[in-house]
């Protein structure tokens, strides 16, 4: 343990797999204090146990975070078991790639927003006041690749992913008196149950950088910009991508 995190409050969503998992496990073994949030009871609880392994304080809350009244006890847990937070990873998502607008429904799209656009909002809201009192914060939005470029085919996502980089730097801008720091992370294609639903795949000869992303290329950077060391980086959309975008 290098502990680059040690006395930071993390909650993390979406952290029973993939991404948010390797984020979790990175966070703990660098230090800091946990509170693990996934849809998926199982799943969490297993990670949770896990990152137990490097860090005593790991906390878990389920809860769909796009539900109002779900968030609002997930901050109330974040409160109760950590004492309070000083950064908060919005990772939660569900993909969404294949279906062209004209085969796409409404209730499709206000879920794809609700669950990747308006729960980021939703935490960002509950996580401001309380990063405020305590005069530093770290905020980090995961948003996508498809949400700077677009994709055919991933309409309601795109537009999700783009939201959520509208509203990062807008809130960095409302924010950074308060030395709370908002980025979004913009990742390319990474190996996860996410990208391998979705049957993305990209062969050797179709990538720049010579092999798919892993979840702790993604990882690695959420780390970096939940420690001090990222003060002075706040509004920035930041891509892990091997160089498929540039
Ligand atoms: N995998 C990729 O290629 C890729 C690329 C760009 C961006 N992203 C983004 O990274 C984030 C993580 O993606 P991943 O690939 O690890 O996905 P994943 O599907 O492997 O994991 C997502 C996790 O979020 C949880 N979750 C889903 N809906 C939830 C809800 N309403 N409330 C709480 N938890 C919920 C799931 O149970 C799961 O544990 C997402 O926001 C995704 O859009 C992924």
């Not at 703990?28 to 693990?36: C, I, N, P, R, Y």
């Not at 794809?112 to 939703?122: G, H, N, P, W």
Request: charged letters at 20%; glycine letters at 10%.
């Amino acid at each position: 343990m290098t502990g680059r995190l040690s006395g930071k409050q993390a909650l993390i969503t979406g952290a029973g797999r993939g991404i948010g998992a390797a984020i979790a496990l990175r966070f703990a073994s660098e230090g800091a204090a946990l509170l693990l949030n996934d849809i998926d009871a199982a799943a969490v609880a297993a990670i949770a146990e896990e990152c137990r392994k490097d860090s005593a304080a790991v906390h878990v809350c389920v809860a769909d975070v796009s539900d109002p009244s779900a968030v609002e006890r997930l901050f109330d847990e974040a409160v109760a078991a950590l004492g309070g937070l000083t950064v908060l990873v919005n990772n939660a998502g569900i993909g969404g790639v294949g279906k062209t607008i004209l085969d796409s429904d409404l209730d499709e799209w206000n879920r794809m927003i609700a669950v990747d656009l308006t729960s980021v909002f939703l935490a960002c809201r509950a996580a401001v006041p309380l990063m405020r009192d305590t005069g530093r914060g770290s905020i980090i939005n995961l948003s996508s690749v498809t949400g700077v470029t677009g994709t055919a085919g991933s309409v309601p996502y795109a537009s999700a992913k783009a939201g959520v980089i509208g509203l990062s730097k807008a809130l960095a801008k409302e924010t950074a008196h308060w030395r709370i720091n908002v980025n979004a992370i913009a990742p390319g294609l990474i190996d996860t149950e996410m990208s391998r639903v979705r049957g993305q795949s990209s062969s050797a000869a179709d990538l720049l950088w010579p092999r798919i992303g892993t979840p702790d290329d993604i990882a690695h950077l959420a780390v970096y910009l939940a420690s001090d060391e990222a003060e002075f980086v706040t509004g920035q959309v930041i891509s892990p991508n091997g160089g498929a975008v540039i």
